[in-house]
T-cell receptor, first 112, second 111 residues
Framework: DGGITQSPKYLFRKEGQNVTLSCEQN?????MYWYRQDPGQGLRLIYY???????QKGDIAEGYSVSREKKESFPLTVTSAQKNPTAFYLC???????????FGPGTRLTVL | EDQVTQSPEALRLQEGESSSLNCSYT??????LFWYRQDPGKGPEFLFT???AGEEKEKERLKATLTKKESFLHITAPKPEDSATYLC????????????FGTGTRLQVTL
């Protein structure tokens, strides 16, 4: 089955800790994205990557970092510099500009 | 700056009661408008892509239409399983596939 997987489904973090969220796709898509979803707000773009070894900041990149060493994988690290990290994080991928973005199941991060 | 506004924020329908959801947008040039369905605690599920004014797409009880300023998602004779949040997103020409999302319409369909 082709698709996007995210892990873990739920993640709890203490303040001051960095955590890494996993996103893997087997759709052979070139571009991958990370969004954050908060109650009452639309999805907001954190980072995106159109090709391996290249990525760009989205609208709310502060306190986050990413890497794109493999086409299939685009992990997101939430650093201790992110002031309000509790949110639902969604990964998406697409073949290219104008094509549909398909989403993974999401990771809910809670900071204790 | 791109703007996407969805209305209403929430909608409660009885089974079989048809209605429409609205997505109005402001972009310099539209590359595509996307509709997704999202169930609580899950990722958005793709429904439709519309590219030009006048275009329409249908899937089961859902029909999406597009004008130069807005899109409608028409729901005909809804069932309880249609209950979800419906998200609209636009992609502007010249951008690297970036989507701008509205805040969604929460639809509840009751028996």
């Amino acid at each position: 089955d082709g698709g996007i997987t995210q892990s873990p489904k739920y993640l709890f973090r203490k303040e001051g800790q960095n955590v890494t969220l996993s996103c893997e796709q087997n759709l052979n898509h070139d571009a991958m994205y990370w969004y954050r979803q908060d109650p009452g707000q639309g999805l907001r773009l954190i980072y995106y990557s159109q090709i391996v070894n290249d990525f760009q900041k989205g609208d709310i990149a502060e306190g986050y970092s990413v890497s794109r060493e493999k086409k299939e994988s685009f992990p997101l690290t939430v650093t201790s510099a992110q002031k309000n990290p509790t949110a639902f994080y969604l990964c998406a991928s697409t073949m290219g500009p104008g094509d549909t973005q398909y989403f993974g199941p999401g990771t809910r991060l809670t900071v204790l | 700056e791109d703007q996407v506004t969805q209305s209403p924020e929430a909608l409660r329908l009885q089974e079989g009661e048809s209605s429409s959801l609205n997505c109005s947008y402001t972009v310099s040039g539209l590359r595509g408008l996307f509709w997704y369905r999202q169930d609580p605690g899950k990722g958005p599920e793709f429904l439709f892509t519309l590219y030009s004014a006048g275009e329409e797409k249908e899937k089961e009880r859902l029909k999406a239409t597009l004008t130069k300023k807005e899109s409608f998602l028409h729901i005909t004779a809804p069932k309880p399983e249609d209950s979800a949040t419906y998200l609209c997103a636009v992609q502007e020409t010249g951008t690297a596939s970036k989507l701008t999302f509205g805040t969604g319409t929460r639809l509840q369909v009751t028996l």
